[in-house]
């Protein structure tokens, strides 16, 4: 039977980067995404260059119903690997900033990951094969000021990620959570001035994603880029909590889109 992976958010930066290396090991790719002429762009890239299935869903993952839709439409696929990497960003104090952004991005961030995750892995339990990798980020192991909600959800994908981990030791299935540092994606353009962004200790998507999939592969649980990001994931634990928020308020505010 032919093996099957999603992408979600896979039109671009990282999830992009997935898709090449899924379809460079001979998997066939089905990629989600919510921007529809970039979908079709990169598919007509990709069938002259690889010769597995390239499927592409058009889907606004914060739509209530968007996992269901998915699971429906490949519920006769063998789909051996699912790796949520759909997210995005948004700076700004959280009495000021939008709210349907920010309920957006829990969907996407929380409900998307944790339900796309609960759909696909009853199969994979079954046929005792099977690997996921959820997208966390650095953002996940300290308070995030102005980037509240970003960082909130990125702990609970952490948390969640680890917990399901240990719960599936010896059913086939492995979870990895990927928690890459800062990143060269349009993430970053979004969240970040040019002006003011700190250009320290950036890895390409091609590096972070590589570096992720090997560790899904070697089914790690934990997978932080960087022996700088491996530093900075624990600094809360050398400091006052306190002194790390005030310092995690300092860098979003010498990184702010202004």
Not at 72 to 83: A, D, H, Q, R, T
Not at 118 to 136: E, P
Not at 154 to 173: D, M, P, Q, R, T
Not at 220 to 240: D, E, Q, V, W, Y
Request: net charge positive.
């Amino acid at each position: 039977m032919e093996k099957f992976s999603i992408v979600t958010g896979g039109a671009s930066g990282l999830g992009f980067e997935f898709v090449k290396l899924l379809l460079n090991d001979k998997y066939n790719v089905v990629i989600v995404d919510n921007d529809k002429k970039e979908l079709n762009n990169i598919k007509s890239k990709l069938d002259l260059k690889f010769e597995k299935k390239i499927i592409v869903l058009h889907k606004d993952l914060s739509n209530p119903n968007s996992s269901k839709e998915i699971f429906k439409e490949l519920k006769n696929k063998n789909v051996e690997i699912l790796i949520n990497n759909a997210g995005f960003g948004l700076f700004g104090m959280f009495n000021d900033t939008d709210w349907e952004i920010e309920r957006n991005m829990i969907m996407v961030h929380v409900m998307c990951t944790t339900e796309m995750t609960k759909l696909f892995l009853k199969n994979m339990i079954k046929k005792k094969k099977g690997k996921i990798l959820n997208m966390a980020s650095l953002a996940a192991f300290q308070p995030g000021p102005l980037m509240s909600i970003y960082y909130s959800t990125k702990a609970f994908i952490l948390h969640f990620s680890e917990s399901i981990a240990n719960e599936l030791k010896g059913s086939g299935v492995s979870v990895t959570v990927l928690c890459p540092g800062q990143t060269r994606t349009n993430f970053q353009k979004k969240v970040s001035s040019k002006e003011k962004k700190i250009n320290f200790n950036f890895s390409t998507a091609e590096e972070v994603a590589k570096y992720g999939y090997n560790a899904m592969m070697n089914g790690k649980t934990i997978a932080i880029p960087g022996i700088i990001n491996k530093i900075l994931s624990t600094i809360h634990r050398f400091i006052p909590r306190s002194l790390a928020t005030k310092l995690m308020r300092k860098i979003q505010e010498k990184n702010r889109n202004s």
